[in-house]
């Protein structure tokens, strides 16, 4: 499908302004760079009860401007302006349905399970894509061949006070990757369909770590890394989002997190077929212990403590 144009959609509410409301990313040249055409790209968006955020959501999406999207929305049910909002943007969904699911990852698998991009994400409905994000996505993916994983900078923003802070994660945690642990911010990271076909679904036993788990077997498989610096996503932190709640469940997702997705034989194999190999070979076990560390304390932190992104 191709996307819209702004003048396409719905008007936006008048207190509305910027981007997605008010502005569109320009349409992208009719080929690639390269003269190849631009491969198709899938969004699944997951919601429930997101009406205060979720048409930020599909606008973000479909003013990309980009040529071949596949936009679907598996909504679980809500009760809130959801359905209304998204019936709204209907002839320019791919596919979209409002009933009961057992989650979030179910949902996710739901639109996984229809789509046929080369690439692919979900955003959920409280987060949203930034301008050019799916362009450079698909710059990216013609780098070479073998193109899995393409991750940049995901924007932290307070719904509130409107106060923006730029994360860029791999930056600081390239190490982690290198050893096969993930600290990849998932609406900002975009997967192929090889990944996708390798890993078959997203783990429905996770409700806060699904994408720590995806992305731990998505870089098992991954013939090829892209880390950038182009700013792909936003998400919004907020005191009633999902991450804050208090649930017994985390102390059993940590521990799911370390016994069943902890590479160890991956990492080392990962390490002695690098630069490291001959040259490091005693210090890999030291290395790897290190970075399972911080590994580990990083995805505590992000399950147990509430943010505050004014203080970032």
Known sequence: MRCPALAELPLPPPEKTGWPWTVETP?????????????????????????????????????????????????GGSTDQSVEIIRKYEPWLTYWVSERDRGQAHAINKGFSMATGEYNNWINSDDS????????????????????????????????????????????????????MPNFPQDATFFSRHVLNAVHAIDERFTFGLDVAFFFRALKVARCVVLCHSVLSQMHVYATQKTHKVDPSKVLEVAILRSEYEPKR?????????????????LIPVLYRKQRRKFLRMERNFLFERWDVSAL
């Open 27 to 75: 349409p992208v040249p009719p080929v690639r760079p390269d003269g190849s055409a631009w491969p198709r790209i899938s969004i699944v968006t997951p919601s429930y009860n997101q009406g205060q955020f979720i048409e930020e959501t599909i606008r973000s999406v479909l003013l990309q401007g980009y040529p071949d999207l596949e936009y679907i929305i598996i909504d």
């Open 266 to 282: 991956w990492a080392l194999k990962r390490l002695m077929g690098s630069r490291f190999n001959g040259i490091i070979t005693l």
């Open 129 to 180: 894509l930034r301008p050019y994000a799916l362009r450079t996505i698909a710059e990216a993916a013609a780098l070479r061949s073998g193109v899995d994983l393409i991750s940049g900078v995901r924007i932290l923003k307070d719904p509130e006070t409107g106060y923006e802070f730029a994360q860029n994660l791999w930056l600081l945690s390239w190490k982690t990757y290198l050893i096969g």
